[in-house]
């Protein structure tokens, strides 16, 4: 994670955050959260600690307490300088000192607190040892829409990551694919997503022929062959926010069957565009997709969930699948991808990240759905 996010938000901003975490969790019954490093710190505190080490950095949240920052003393001055510093008490602590002791302190041992997924077992078994009658819950399960609303400047920034990702393809789209093997595409992938503005590159699938069945294909060594179905499907973090987004390419002409296929998967990536509007439940957007897919006789062939949700991580809640009634708000940025997968022969899935709007949604890409022919 980049520390480039904290020059697009203020003190006050992340001030804002944290308020808004603690009295979330207090509505859920917590006593409090706990967050470790990772992306949830840096979007409550604008922090990314200089390296992940086995020494814990742990942000304490509780409804009417000031939040807290507990640090190793070698990193209170990296800590110091987060655009997030001034809204929050640095507590540091030195080799030989128990973290844990200090970080008891804080908090009520018999609570129940939210706990950042990515925590160290490591720091929570010690944590659960310096305070036997507490308990936890990760905050997906406890908090999975904490960061899913997203306001006008993180939309900004969600823009920006959508559209430097449609440049890519834009461009990706004109280099040789025949004759090259999937791993070269790859590269060109991850090459141009830095050159607009990518600090992390998360994935580059290059999923050609039969691979293209797979969808989460790592791209290899095999070489790619005019007939191929191609499917590319590569994303990142651009300023701190996420970018995801499929395209599936031809080299060559394609097959009646193929063109057909493809059709298929573009007319139910629209379905499930047009179902999202506020108050619809997330698995509305997945039924609307998946129908398109399962009235074409392909049903047994469209085989993850039709959506993730985005932001500071290109893959967090919520989710479009079915079971999930929560229904979609303004602000909300998810992908909408569904796909069809034969065996042994193609694939194809087409993605869009599309944010929740007053009264429908808005497509953060922009590229042509139609099947593009390279060579």
């Not at 003190?11 to 990772?38: C, H, I, P, Q």
């Not at 905050?139 to 559209?163: C, F, I, N, S, Y």
Request: aromatic share 6%; hydrophobic share 40%.
């Amino acid at each position: 994670m980049s520390g480039s996010t904290a020059a697009s938000f203020t003190a006050d901003d992340y001030r804002a955050r944290m308020e808004r975490a603690a009295r979330t969790a207090a509505e859920a019954g917590l006593a409090g959260l706990l967050v470790a490093s990772g992306p949830d710190l840096v979007w409550l505190t604008g922090y990314a600690p200089p390296a992940v080490t086995e020494r814990l950095t742990l942000l304490v949240l509780a409804a009417g307490q000031d939040p807290v920052l507990v640090v190793p003393a070698l990193e209170a001055p990296d800590a110091q300088k987060a655009a997030g510093a001034s809204a929050l008490t640095l507590r540091d602590w030195t080799d030989g000192k128990d973290p844990y002791a200090a970080t008891a302190a804080l908090l009520d041992a018999s609570g129940r607190f939210g706990i950042s997924d990515n925590a160290w077992a490591l720091h929570l078994l010690a944590l659960q040892q310096a305070m036997p009658g507490s308990s936890y819950a990760s905050l997906t399960e406890a908090l999975p829409m904490l960061r899913a609303v997203k306001d006008a400047a993180e939309l900004e920034l969600m823009t920006a990551a959508g559209a430097a990702a449609d440049a890519t393809f834009e461009e990706v789209r004109n280099v040789p694919f025949s004759g090259r093997r999937e791993s070269e595409v790859a590269a060109d992938l991850d090459r141009l997503l830095r050159r607009h503005g990518h600090e992390q590159v998360d994935f580059t699938i290059v999923a050609s022929g039969p691979n293209g069945a797979n969808p989460h294909h790592e791209a290899g060594d095999r070489v790619i062959e005019r007939g191929d179905m191609v499917v590319l499907d590569f994303g990142g973090l651009k300023d701190g926010y996420g970018s995801d987004t499929s395209r599936t390419v031809h080299v060559g002409e394609p097959t009646d069957e193929e063109r057909r296929v493809h059709d298929i998967v573009r007319e139910a990536q629209e379905a499930g565009f047009r179902a999202v509007r506020p108050g619809a439940a997330c698995q509305d957007v997945d039924r609307a997709a998946r129908a398109v897919i399962a009235d074409a006789g392909y049903g047994e062939y469209f085989i993850h969930r039709t959506g993730h949700g985005i932001g500071v991580t290109t893959h967090e809640p919520p989710y479009m699948i079915e079971g999930e009634e929560r229904p979609l708000v303004p602000g909300m940025c998810f992908s909408v991808e569904p796909g069809i997968y034969l065996p042994g022969r193609f694939g194809v899935r087409i993605e869009d990240i599309v944010t929740v709007t007053e009264d429908g949604g808005r497509r953060l890409n922009t590229t042509s759905r139609e099947l593009v022919i390279v060579e």
